[in-house]
């Protein structure tokens, strides 16, 4: 027992894997009041938690735990009935102006207000397929670039390793989802499909934030970003490759992540491997960041170019559907795109969970080129590069968005009452020609027939 208790030796996990839970609960040097235990109950709570087994690279029964905790640690209403009317009322209107900007159909079987616990339950099956197959590299890594000498002195250590490892990864994705959470407006706000199919989810206390430090009304906002989560439910909806693409495109990029072995043998050299603090703060450090080959770049292009072309038609159809019904539109339009620009709630967990940085910095271009391509050829040629992968414009295209498709001849728009009229003109002569045609051949009924 120290003698010095709340003073910097004061914990009685120093050392092992669950130091960081003692820390993040308050333990050692620096807590509040110079208290140094924290509540035992939860902190036997968080060992539990990282004792128990589990299946694949990272604790995830510990990192949603996190995750909720993370989010509790700030107001987080359970939204009501008036809630739920509220986003249901939205999407529906929503639903409705998006008619007139798209030919795609609703997206949307059903709706739903969510708090942000409810946002992190409701999306960690997702997470998990995009989180874990960096994680599998990364925490292999901890173990198998160990010099052989370390491996042998670690002994029985090594198979703790792995499992304290997924645990140090899993509070780490279960801290970045709680700050995540904290910053979403909706299931589809990070241009990927994470929540359930079909599901226009909303988070009214987020919003209500985001909405304050515009100069903008709430329920405006509110139904912006309706808005926006129904564009990409009609996306996601009626693309039936597109949420399979993303996903796996993610997916396929963490899998071929390639960790660089001699540079974590070189750094882990002068490590003790039975000091997993030593450990954790490798990892915490970047010393397992993974490094990008060519092809890992190339894919990384390809996942980023598509991403920019979904978030920029979603621009481009909302733009569309708001022109002369939201005099605030344009000014929220511009408030999303510094969001992303300045790397957002996005970029921000992609980069720390999976190395990958969702720049925005096509956006602008897509949204140009999906609007130059309904002025130039209407909605169903603009909506209709959706139908194939093989269609989509690719990088090359977005650095000349004005040109893509160019060679396609220019299609009039006509009004309801043009199409009526030119329809009525090929109707017309359809009948003088009929008349024409027949005479001759039918002469009519003969006398005394």
């Given amino acids: 027992m120290s003698s010095n208790p709340g003073g910097p030796d004061d914990n009685p996990f120093k050392g092992t894997p669950f130091e960081q839970i003692f820390q993040a609960l308050g333990g050692g040097a620096g807590s509040a009041g110079g208290a140094g235990m924290p509540d035992l109950s939860a902190l036997m709570g968080q060992m539990q938690a990282m004792m128990q087994p589990y299946d694949g690279p990272v604790n995830w029964s510990l990192a949603t735990d996190i995750a909720r905790r993370t ?17 249901a009322d939205a999407i529906r209107l929503a639903d409705h102006w998006l008619d007139s900007a798209t030919v795609l159909p609703s997206g949307v079987t059903t709706s739903a207000a969510w708090s942000r616990a409810e946002w992190i339950e409701q999306t960690t099956e997702v997470w998990r397929v995009l989180v874990e197959p960096v994680a599998e590299h990364v925490v292999g890594a901890m173990g198998n670039a160990m ?46 499909p994470l929540g359930p199919a079909g599901k226009a989810a909303l988070l009214p206390h987020n919003v209500a934030a985001f909405a304050g430090g515009l100069d903008v009304g709430e329920d405006d906002v509110l139904l912006y970003v309706a808005l926006r989560e129904a564009a990409h439910q009609r996306l996601f909806g009626h693309v039936p490759w597109l949420r399979a693409h993303l996903i796996s495109s993610v997916e396929d990029f963490g899998r071929g992540v390639t960790i660089d072995v001699s540079g974590i043998e070189q750094a882990m050299g002068g490590l003790d491997p039975t000091n997993l603090e030593a450990m954790q703060e490798a990892l915490q450090g970047g010393l397992f960041e993974p490094k990008q080959t060519p092809q890992q770049q190339a894919a990384l292009q390809r996942l980023e170019t598509t991403l920019a072309l979904v978030e920029g038609w979603v621009d481009e159809v909302v ?4 022109a002369e019904r939201m005099p605030a539109a344009a000014k929220m339009h511009e408030a999303f795109r510094r969001r992303r620009a300045a790397g957002g709630p996005a970029e921000e967990t992609f980069a720390a969970l999976v190395g990958l940085e969702l720049r925005p910095r096509r956006l602008r271009d897509a949204s140009t080129l999906w609007g130059s391509l309904r002025s130039r050829h209407g909605l ?9 992968p093989d269609l989509l414009p690719t990088a090359a295209d977005l650095d000349d968005p004005l040109g893509f498709r160019e060679d396609l001849p220019e299609v009039a728009e006509l009004s309801a009452e043009d199409f009526d009229r030119e329809l009525g003109k090929l109707l017309d002569a359809d009948d003088q020609g009929d008349t024409g045609d027949t005479g001759p051949e039918d002469p009519g009924p003969r006398p005394g027939a």
């Avoid at 989010?71 to 986003?87: F, H, I, K, L, N």
């Avoid at 390793?161 to 904290?182: D, E, H, I, R, T």
């Fill in 71 to 87: 989010t509790a640690q700030e107001p987080d209403p359970s939204p009501g009935r008036t809630d739920q009317t509220r986003v």
């Fill in 319 to 322: 733009g569309l559907a708001t």
């Fill in 147 to 192: 010099p052989e000498e370390a491996r042998a002195m670690a002994g029985p250590l090594i198979g703790m390793l792995g499992k304290a490892g997924g645990a140090m990864f899993g509070s780490q994705v279960g801290a970045a989802l709680g700050g995540l959470a904290g910053e979403v407006l909706s299931a589809s706000d990070i241009g990927l």
């Fill in 380 to 388: 169903e040629e603009r909506d209709a590069v959706w139908s194939h």
